[in-house]
């Protein structure tokens, strides 16, 4: 009987590791520059912040008084900023991810990129825990020799997880532009006119007149409320596209997302939503080697750089005779 069997990249690469750092990067974001009185409060038909009922009891802010509240703050900063240096994945996975669990069920003001930030958080967990490395800076370790069970069940479980968020994401931005498409205003192209003049979530006193004098044109509003929808409906079908397109749409949903921070404030959407392009628009395993370019080691001249394979690891998948 010869074995057969098949290859899963290694998902224990900077790659992600760089998506973690931005999901932590964003709650902590939300923690440091709101208060406690901010954070949590009274909303009208709804209650006090936290609402520790059912699930949401479990959170990090109902398991202490009011009075201690900014302290749990400060507490679950510390997680994230050990989470964002990207020290010990596999030991900081779970106290990441509950405390984006917390802040996501806790806080009386949360957004989508919380609750994106939640998700994808948890989905990494099952990455996190098989990574062996001190820092998820580091390339990906190589390959054992033999191969060894154990890592190939971890590379496997991590390679489906990432999957599953790259899937995630498909399905979120395809849900956010056909939901728009029953709305009159963005079918006909003026959308982003009442958007841009929103006192609430409109444009910066110091950026209005530029995009004032651009949705004042029926040309410069229709591009402007149109191109987020045709660049969310390719984001939702990039999985079907070659690797090479969906470089060419990393910039431009990365952009995309910035470009919203900048008019509308939402810094910790645009991290959470940046975190999750990387995930859905690079390969599995993909391994930037951000060690090689802090140390700037000098390439050869002479010697044509190369792209980087994923580094993969066999994974029994039957036999054949």
């Not at 982003?192 to 509003?221: K, M």
């Not at 959470?272 to 390969?283: Q, V």
């Amino acid at each position: 009987m010869l074995k057969r069997s098949r290859t899963v990249p290694l998902p224990w690469a900077a790659g992600y590791g760089l998506a973690r750092t931005l999901l932590a990067l964003g709650t902590l974001g939300t923690l440091v520059f709101s208060d406690a009185t901010t954070l949590f409060r009274e909303v009208a038909t709804v209650g006090r912040y936290p609402l520790c009922q059912g699930v949401n009891s479990a959170g990090a802010f109902c398991q202490v008084s009011e009075d201690h509240y900014d302290a749990m703050r400060w507490a679950c900063c510390l997680v994230l900023v050990v989470a964002a240096s990207g020290w010990r994945p596999r030991f900081t996975a779970i106290p990441h991810a509950y405390v984006a669990f917390s802040v996501f069920t806790g806080i009386a003001i949360p957004d989508g990129g919380d609750q994106i930030t939640w998700i994808l958080t948890l989905l990494i967990v099952a990455v996190a825990l098989g990574d062996p490395r001190r820092w998820h800076w580091q390339p990906a370790p190589p390959p054992d020799s033999p191969p060894s069970n154990r890592r190939n069940r971890w590379a496997l479980l991590g390679v489906s997880a990432l999957t599953v968020a790259r899937i995630q994401m498909s399905v979120l931005y395809f849900q956010s532009c056909v939901a728009k498409l029953p709305h009159a205003e963005w079918a006909d192209g003026s959308a982003l006119y009442y958007w841009i003049n929103n006192y609430d979530f409109g444009a910066p006193y110091w950026l209005r007149p530029t995009l004032e004098s651009v949705v004042d044109h029926p040309v410069g509003v229709a591009a402007m409320t149109w191109g987020p929808l045709i660049l969310e409906l390719a984001l939702a079908a990039a999985l079907l596209m070659p690797q090479r397109a969906r470089w060419m749409l990393l910039p431009a949903g990365v952009s995309f997302h910035l470009c919203i921070a900048a008019v509308m404030g939402l810094w910790s959407f645009a991290l959470a939503m940046c975190a999750g392009l990387l995930l859905l628009l690079t390969p599995l395993g993909h391994d930037p080697d951000f060690t090689r370019m802090l140390r700037r080691t000098p390439r050869p001249s002479a010697v044509p750089a190369e792209k980087k394979d994923p580094v993969e690891a066999p994974v029994m998948a039957g036999t054949q005779p």
